[in-house]
């Protein structure tokens, strides 16, 4: 049996919110470069402009996961860095800024993972309808045939969309991520396009022998605020929604039928071929799970008929991010991902807690010991989980909440830019060294 020793470690990062330069290198605007010009819709009035410099201080970032001890570097590709207006020539100065992040990895001996869509679609494609436009299904494809010839040759795991329904279900139907988009039409035609495309995208990478390629899903443990079967329903159709949407049409399953409204929206979109064309074996699944929501029944909401009842509503401790950190999600869901196929290799491909820049890093320590602990257990099932990503290396720039979570292991010196371990870095440090993995 293995045990957790044998987990690989590693850490994911995001181009859109790392990477600044926003404008250097011959890069295109991206929906996040267009959506911060308007700071309002950021928490703290903060843009990623700079973020944390990734794109000049790759070296030390990179050097940083080495000197902690970490075997796995997940990084996400900026579509409008490779491809500066969304299509037509390709940007030179993108391929190789990657090939120097590819090959730094490669030199100090850290494995490159490649995220091909981490949520900054080139404004140039938002022009033209962005996701809600189904021709963004072919600039993908193109797109993604173009990091293959370049990067394939030394990046052998990739995951190809990171968290489609929060990317569409913020972007275009709350409209509270770029591009600011909302309704139940945005996101339908947006989430179908965006699933598809991941489908025509993992068969253009799976045409190169030897690549492992899967998809990053966010995970949400969804449970009842009352004990009676009109909130257990509603746990049900909230489930469908968060859980299983972005999973089960790849899995031969369609859209779930528990959500009929919307499936009859989404259904508007889908053209004959499209389920069949859906039905792809990913080579993993990776699982990203942060918090739990309690649900009730509320008939007045429309397309689910369901209400958050947030946590400060239920006594609960919130974190930064204002989320119920649930840590035992973990193992709720490698267990329902074994269940769908017990053969199938999983990942926490992201997997971190946001503290308030005043809150002790202890509490991250304790947080990742509870996920240890959670890892344990479902080895001891043995469901096949390989290893764990942390989410995240630096403190960076998240989304509508601007800088003020950090998630982190190491800190960010907004002005200098200047790095700092955290407590969290030095004890996985210790962690790794002692256990050897
Ligand atoms: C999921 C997303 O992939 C990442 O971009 C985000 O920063 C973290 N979760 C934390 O919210």
């Not at 860095?81 to 391929?95: F, K």
């Not at 991941?198 to 690549?211: M, N, T, Y």
Request: glycine letters at 8%; one cysteine or more; proline letters at 4%.
């Amino acid at each position: 049996m293995r045990n957790t020793t044998q987990l690989q470690w590693g850490v994911t990062i995001a181009a859109a919110q790392t990477e600044g330069a926003h404008d250097q290198g011959g890069k295109g605007a991206s929906i996040w470069d267009t959506f911060t010009t308007n700071p309002r819709v950021i928490k703290d009035r903060s843009n990623a402009q700079v973020a944390t410099d990734f794109y000049h201080r790759y070296q030390e970032d990179i050097d940083l996961a080495v000197t902690i001890g970490l075997k796995i570097f997940r990084f996400s590709v900026a579509w409008s860095r490779i491809l500066p207006t969304g299509t037509g020539a390709v940007n030179p100065e993108g391929i190789a800024f990657y090939n120097r992040v590819i090959d730094y990895c490669l030199s100090v001996g850290i494995t490159p993972w490649i995220t091909t869509y981490h949520w900054d679609l080139p404004q140039a494609l938002q022009d033209i309808g962005g996701w809600r436009n189904r021709a963004v299904v072919t600039h993908y494809q193109t797109y993604i045939t173009i990091l293959r010839t370049h990067f394939a040759d030394r990046v052998k795991n990739w995951i190809l969309v990171n968290e489609a329904i929060v990317c569409i279900g913020a972007g275009y139907f709350l409209g509270i991520h770029a591009p600011g988009k909302r309704g139940i039409t945005n996101f339908s035609a947006s989430i179908h396009h965006l699933l598809l495309a991941q489908a025509k995208g993992f068969k253009i990478l799976k045409a190169v022998e030897g690549l492992t390629v899967g998809t990053a899903i966010s995970c949400t443990k969804i449970d009842a605020y009352r004990d009676n079967s009109r909130d257990q329903k509603a746990v049900k159709r909230m489930d469908a929604l968060m859980n299983r949407l972005c999973i089960e049409p790849y899995l031969g399953m369609g859209y779930p039928s528990e959500i009929p409204t919307i499936t009859r929206h989404i259904q508007k979109f889908v053209k004959e071929g499209d389920l069949e064309e859906m039905q792809i074996d990913f080579d993993f699944w990776g699982i990203q799970t942060y918090a739990r929501e309690v649900v009730k029944s509320a008939w007045y909401v429309p397309y689910l008929g369901v209400m958050t009842v947030p946590p400060r509503k239920r006594n609960v401790a919130v974190s930064v991010m204002g989320w119920e950190t649930y840590p035992q999600g973990t193992r709720y869901f490698a267990e329902r991902f074994a269940a769908y196929d017990p053969d199938k290799p999983l990942w926490l491909s992201e997997c971190g807690m946001a503290l308030a820049e005043d809150e002790d890093d202890q509490l991250r320590v304790n947080y990742y010991q509870q996920v240890l602990a959670e890892a344990e257990k479902i080895l001891e099932k043995g469901i096949k989980l390989q290893g764990i990503l942390l989410w995240t290396l630096v403190d960076n720039f998240e989304w509508a909440e601007g800088y003020i979570p950090k998630f982190g292991i190491i800190s960010l010196n907004q002005k200098t830019l200047e790095r700092k371990m955290k407590k969290t870095a030095y004890w996985l440090k210790n962690y790794l060294a002692a256990t050897n993995n």
